[in-house]
């Protein structure tokens, strides 16, 4: 990933260390977690929202706790899905249900790809 640009948004257990070894090889990472504290203790620059991430990195990673929250960041709420442009590429990496991961949203109103790095089923889509 050398010179690109990026983020992470969740870091608990799994981002958090995903970032932490990113970081200590040399690609910096802007990442957003609820936890305010969670950037620092991973050694990523904190973002301040899931858009701010979105808007600021070329690669975006979810590392999220479950289906509820990934539907909430991606075209919830959140809805990542605003800032995107065709050139980024995001990428689910936890291991909650793939369909979450699959907005909702018209096909006209992608602008990245999604990809979908594992599942429940552990097989990647």
């Known amino acids: 990933m050398s010179g690109a640009k990026v983020g992470f948004i ?7 260390r995903m970032s932490r ?9 802007l990442g957003y977690d609820k936890d305010e504290g969670a950037a ?7 973002a301040a929202s899931p858009r701010e991430v979105v808007e600021q990195s070329e690669i975006i990673l979810l590392s999220l706790p479950d ?5 909430k960041v991606i075209d919830g ?8 442009r065709a050139w980024q590429c995001i ?8 369909a979450a ?12 790809m999604i990809s979908t790095a594992a599942t429940s089923t552990g097989t990647a889509t």
């Open 77 to 84: 709420y959140v809805c990542v899905l605003n800032y995107v």
């Open 40 to 46: 620092e203790r991973y050694g990523v620059t904190r």
């Open 91 to 98: 990428s689910d990496i936890t291991t909650a249900s793939s």
């Open 67 to 71: 289906s509820t929250v990934i539907e």
């Open 10 to 16: 969740g870091l608990g257990n799994m981002g958090g």
């Open 21 to 29: 070894c990113l970081v200590a090889g040399g690609t910096p990472v």
């Open 101 to 112: 991961s699959v907005p909702r949203a018209s096909p006209s109103s992608l602008t990245a």
